[in-house]
């Protein structure tokens, strides 16, 4: 019985700490990915994300697009358009949490 | 007392004039525009105003909105640059009295520009709504709007847009896979001759320096569309077809940039897309002549002056690096590390210095050509674009 609950009590733990990682990246690391995103995906987006070669990336323009699918496009791009696949500079963490910004729109880089 | 009185109106009227003269001086001295230029500070919205003898920035003009990809062409004249804005600015700059001339917003995105070889027409590249837009280059007043419509009625996005003789402007349609070359002779009733089924995607052109040759690049296949503007009727020509070799490309992150700088004599040295080369091809046979590996993806392949050496620098995540090749051995002979985040690079006229800008280290350097020395740093806040006033010289600049 004492085994079970500390196993339990383990996995719980693993669980809360699984998902404190997915929603909560290091402040340094949240900076360098709005930079990149700003800077670097704005390439194409746009530096204030309104388009350019790509699409907008508004809350506007991505309303109703879940953010499932928009970490699959970042991390894996799009055979049909000119978006690569990012997964060489971004974690399936980073993904998820850029893709979280950007459908509640995406913090100001300077 | 009438004379006394009617001496002192025109002397007073005398003094005020030279005070006002005196002040226009001491602010602008008199000089020429031949060797100035100008840096764009992305993020601030600002253009650098350069004076590339004296190596240092004379002043900096505000209020130019979104130019986070700006592109700027010059007058005839080398005093105006006319500053295309990704928001679809289009403004008009004095670069001798430091301020904007004029100021429109003539589109919702837009990547670009060109003017014509008289210098009366200026001819924006849309994105929102694809299209060209063309302009009085005075007054900016709108003269001729060119939906760039194809296939259904869908509207491309509009890329390599670029000047040709004869009042003439030549461009591509990204999606549509087209080039058109518009005749503006009659600047209100265009002649427009387009080329379908040029190939999938292209994503930029540049013309020879001579004005004859268009190439646009393609994204969607491996090959460059060529056009020659001398006998358009022989229609476009497949180059470099199949330069991947069937390879997987690496993904892109951002896209090459084509213009006349490609040319070194008869040769056009072009970025491949997705790959770590730089391909050339002889302008004679239109056959490849050679291909050189480098250290990244190349965004910008741009020849000295003189065209005895080729300046390349990268998109991520080798964008902190600029590689030179010798054009007589095609080794890369240098490899340079200017900062963080290269995004440009421009020669004087006569090449003897190269300026390259360095987004997140805030700088431009200025570079000697032929000892690879730093001879300058400029600061600059996030700068990308540097343009100097030879293009107004210049086919395709």
């Known amino acids: 019985m004492r085994r079970a609950c500390v196993l339990c009590a383990g996995v719980a733990l693993a669980c809360a700490v699984g998902t404190a990682f997915a929603d909560e990246l290091a402040p340094a690391r949240q900076a360098e990915l709005v930079r990149l995103v700003r800077q670097d995906c704005g390439s194409c987006h746009g530096l204030t994300l309104k388009g350019g070669l790509g699409p907008a990336l508004t809350p506007a323009a991505l309303a109703g697009k879940p953010a499932s699918y928009l970490k699959s496009l970042i991390l894996d791009g799009s055979h049909r358009s000119a978006m690569p696949a990012w997964r060489a500079f971004l974690t399936e963490a980073d993904a998820e949490w850029i893709a979280a910004r950007l459908l509640e729109g995406f913090p100001d880089a300077r | ?397």
């Open chain 2, 1 to 397: 007392m009438q004379g006394k009185s009617s001496w002192n109106g025109t002397s007073t009227a005398a003094i005020a004039v030279v005070l006002l003269l005196s002040a226009g001086c001491a602010q602008h001295e008199l000089r020429g525009s031949g060797d100035l230029g100008v840096i764009v500070e992305r993020g601030a919205g600002r253009l650098q105003v350069v004076d590339t003898t004296r190596q240092k920035s004379i002043g900096a003009i505000a209020g130019l909105g979104d130019l986070s990809h700006a592109s700027v062409v010059y007058s005839r004249d080398g005093r105006y640059a006319y500053v295309f804005g990704r928001d679809g600015g289009l403004t008009k700059v004095d670069l001798l009295r430091l301020r904007i001339e004029r100021r429109i917003v003539q589109s919702g995105n837009s990547i670009g520009g060109a003017i014509s070889q008289d210098g009366k027409l200026v001819a924006a590249a849309n994105y929102t709504p694809g299209g060209v837009r063309v302009f009085d280059a005075d007054t900016l007043e709108m003269l001729v709007d060119i939906p760039a419509t194809y296939g259904g009625g869908q509207r491309a996005k509009v890329v390599g847009l670029e000047d040709a003789a004869g009042s003439r402007f030549a461009f591509s349609l990204f999606e549509a896979g087209e080039i058109w070359v518009a005749d503006l002779s009659v600047p209100r009733a265009p002649k427009i001759q387009k080329f379908r089924n040029i190939g999938r995607q292209p994503y930029d052109a540049l013309i020879t320096l001579d004005g004859r040759y268009y190439l646009a690049g393609l994204f969607g296949e491996d090959g460059v569309a060529m056009l020659d503007l001398w006998h358009p009727e022989r229609g476009v020509r497949r180059v470099l077809d199949g330069y991947g070799k069937g390879e997987q490309p690496l993904p892109v992150y951002k896209m090459p940039h084509l213009e006349g700088w490609a040319m070194a004599g008869h040769l056009a040295f072009l970025p491949a897309v997705g790959r770590h080369e730089v391909l050339v091809v002889d302008t004679i046979t239109w056959r490849e002549a050679g291909r050189i590996q480098v250290a990244g993806q190349p965004v910008f392949v741009m020849a000295q002056p003189d065209g005895r050496r080729i300046w390349v620098n990268f998109a991520l995540p080798d964008n902190d690096k600029v590689q030179v090749i010798d054009t007589e051995t095609r080794q890369v002979v240098r490899t340079l590390s200017p900062g963080k985040a290269v995004l440009h690079m421009e020669f004087t006229a006569r090449g003897e210095t190269v300026w390259i800008s360095a987004r997140d280290d805030n700088r431009v350097t200025v570079y000697d050509t032929a000892t690879f020395e730093r001879k300058a740093e400029l600061a600059a806040e996030q700068p990308s674009g540097i343009f100097f006033t030879v293009r107004a010289l210049r086919f395709g600049f």
